[in-house]
């Protein structure tokens, strides 16, 4: 809305309204907005929570290996994230613009996802939450409610990057003609991007059609796996909201380069007009995580719950997918692949060793961030552990926090340096 009323007001030289028309001007807007929002709404949210006794009841009895107890500390902490986001955005963002109505929508879609789970949770007491397979559908339709905007919008829209010879030297500049595209970056390899209706050798007739139906189901499977790996990482306090932020920024930057036609061409990668609007919302995105960070660092004032985890996710994997670099999400993202990968695997072993009878896990607890904390007297004494002994000894939860946001610093910066590795 500020953003509009500005420009309306440079048409009469009223002066400083022309810096709303910059988008590094929003942008920071955004994200201090977001922070300040997020810290004085998070302090009124947590009394209110406490006021009403409205806690979840499977973190009342969590006590800490080092001693501190986790009792009455209030859930649906992700409102916080969810509101610092949504001021910002409809108050300094472009509401024309296609890439940030998909990520509203996005937001509140898997926002009230989350918060059904929890409210089943806190108020209706079952510790499961909202059905594993309503999960999934409520995950699955927002994956596929974007790629069929995506499909179907004239706004979204790029430019390909070509590379050419000139005075003996090879430059990279963009075709003249805007496209819809089903081609994505590929890190790693020079001048080339994956075009999916390549990836199936079928005729010229159906060609773009089995494109858009792998694009479609890329678009739901990287929604799905991001937004579960959130969840699971959001165990410890400051776990997922440091990470994420993290994540965040990189996608930010990855936004900024894709809308500026001169980094695109620099960094080898295609022109998405329109997308600097991303680089709002990330930084509106970014703000919140880091002004929420003050109430759930160690010892966290107040948890997210599902309300937070599974939004959070949603919004890096639908972001990454907008600017056509979901592919870099494995790296990106790594940590929460690690955390999906370890509980899978946790679980799949077990099973199969207790159809033979037998009672036996990898690892001391899952997901992996668990391990580093589980203590021996926490360990089910009817069950063989393959790495007992590992690690040596237990960590302190802030450690382990600090060290995992260490880890997802290295491999935004490994995903970054991915720009010009190729």
């Known amino acids: 809305m500020l953003y509009y009323f500005f420009r309306f007001l440079e048409q009469f030289d009223i002066p400083g309204a022309h810096v709303w028309g910059y988008i590094s001007f929003r942008a920071l807007l955004a994200l201090i907005l977001a922070l300040v929002i997020s810290a004085w709404f998070g302090e009124r949210f947590i009394k209110f929570m406490k006021r009403k006794k409205i806690f979840e009841a499977e973190r009342d009895a969590s006590i800490d290996p080092f001693g501190v107890e986790k009792k009455g500390v209030p859930t649906m902490g992700g409102i916080i994230i969810i509101v610092s986001i949504l001021i910002p955005i409809l108050l300094l963002g472009r509401m024309r613009n296609i890439y940030l109505i998909v990520m509203i929508i996005t937001t509140v879609w898997l926002g009230f996802l989350g918060f059904l789970d929890d409210y089943i949770k806190v108020f209706r007491h079952k510790k499961e939450g909202l059905k594993g397979k309503y999960k999934i559908v409520g995950q699955v339709s927002i994956g596929l409610i974007v790629g ?8 979204a829209v790029m430019r390909e990057n070509i590379s050419i010879e000139r005075q003996n030297q090879e430059v990279v500049i963009h075709k003249s003609e805007t496209v819809k595209s089903l081609k994505t970056t590929i890190p790693f390899f020079k001048n080339h991007n994956l075009d999916y209706s390549e990836i199936i050798p079928v005729g010229e007739k159906y060609k773009d059609a089995i494109g858009w139906i792998l694009f479609v189901m890329m678009t739901i499977l990287v929604v799905t796996s991001v937004s579960n790996g959130a969840n699971l990482n959001d165990g410890m306090d400051g776990m997922c909201a440091g990470n994420s932020a993290i994540i965040g920024v990189a996608l930010g930057i990855f936004a900024y380069v894709s809308s500026h036609i001169e980094y695109a061409a620099y960094f080898n ?12 919302f990330l930084c509106a995105f970014v703000g919140a995580l880091i002004g929420f960070l003050w109430y759930n660092a160690f010892p966290a004032q107040v948890f997210m719950g599902d309300t937070g985890s599974l939004t959070i996710g949603g919004i890096i994997g639908v972001c990454a997918v907008l600017i056509h670099k979901e592919l870099l999400l494995p790296i990106l993202c790594g940590i929460f692949a690690v955390e999906a990968f370890s509980v899978a695997l946790q679980m799949k072993y077990f099973s199969w060793k207790k159809r033979k009878g ?38 302190h939860e802030s450690a382990i926090t600090i060290r995992f946001w260490i880890v997802t610093i290295i491999l935004a910066a490994l995903t970054i340096i991915t720009l010009k590795i190729r």
Do not use: C
């Not at 069929?148 to 706004?155: A, G, N, R, T, V």
């Not at 926490?378 to 590992?390: A, C, F, G, K």
């Open 358 to 395: 037998q009672r036996v896990r990898i690892f001391r607890s899952a997901p992996i961030h668990d391990t580093f904390r589980k203590l021996d007297s926490q360990l089910d004494p009817t069950s063989h552990y393959i790495l007992r002994n590992w690690p040596r000894r237990p960590y």
């Open 269 to 280: 990668i295609m022109y998405l007009p329109g997308s600097q609007e991303l680089v709002v």
């Open 148 to 155: 069929l905007i995506l499909y179907f919008s004239p706004d």
